[in-house]
């Protein structure tokens, strides 16, 4: 999978782990600051979003300081996602 398919189907995925019931995936900007942005994601959702990363992508981050760099943005994720996985 590369990064342009991988895009959508994050967004998706964190719009149904968050709950973020008045936000189209489509809707989120991949640039778009995840915290601190329209989106209004707090350090709940934060770890909603680690969790995300290991069920569905066999990703642990354990270090605070790692996961503040990973979930900045979806081109951020998905960068790091398809760095750090072979299924993705």
Do not use: C, H, W
């Not at 968050?18 to 209004?40: A, R, T, Y």
């Not at 979003?49 to 951020?76: F, H, M, S």
């Amino acid at each position: 999978m590369d990064i342009e398919s991988l895009k959508p189907i994050l967004k998706g995925q964190i719009v149904q782990y968050l709950n973020l019931l008045d936000v189209n995936p489509q809707d989120i900007k991949d640039d778009e600051p995840l915290f601190g942005g329209d989106l209004g994601l707090d350090s709940i959702d934060s770890l909603e979003l680690v969790v995300l990363l290991e069920r569905e992508y066999g990703i642990k981050i354990t270090n605070p300081a790692e996961g503040r760099k990973i979930l900045v943005d979806v081109n951020r994720m998905a960068e790091y996602i398809l760095a750090n996985t072979k299924t993705a």
